[in-house]
């Protein structure tokens, strides 16, 4: 199970590395990417930013917080370019214990990045649903 989470976090992270490279031009740099699934996993695990980051390395503006038992946390996010109105609409759901549940990826059209990360967080929801949970928090970028 442990593997899975590492799996997880790298995944997020590429996919952000990759809308970074799409969106805004960015060369992808695969060494960042590790470092910040590395970072990103301490903080969820442990509840604070990891003691030995790089210097170089983009930290996250808050730390994540587990939800409370009986709980799962739906983290949402969306990408959308301006002139082909496209994009993904991305989300990810972690238990009480900071352990990976599930995520989606879909690909869709809408006119404004709003409606993206509108659409992430409906998908986040429904996702939460068709799972069976029902105490649910969101959160988003937006």
């Not at 989470?5 to 960042?32: M, N, Q, T, Y």
């Not at 470092?35 to 210097?55: F, I, T």
């Not at 879909?106 to 986040?124: D, H, N, Q, R, Y």
């Amino acid at each position: 199970m442990e593997i899975l989470k590492h799996i997880g976090f790298i995944c997020w992270e590429i996919w952000k590395e990759r809308c970074s490279a799409i969106f805004f031009g960015r060369s992808p740099c695969p060494v960042d990417v590790l470092r910040r699934s590395a970072s990103l996993r301490y903080e969820l695990l442990h509840g604070s930013v990891a003691p030995s980051c790089p210097s170089n390395t983009t930290m996250l503006s808050h730390t994540w917080h587990a939800p409370p038992p009986l709980w799962i946390k739906v983290n949402a996010d969306g990408a959308w370019h301006r002139s082909s109105l496209e994009g993904d609409v991305r989300c990810i759901i972690c238990n009480s214990k900071n352990i990976f549940v599930c995520g989606s990826s879909t690909f869709i059209s809408w006119s404004s990045s709003i409606e993206f990360e509108a659409e992430a967080v409906l998908k986040g929801l429904l996702l939460a649903y068709e799972g069976g949970h029902r105490n649910v928090i969101v959160e988003s970028d937006s």
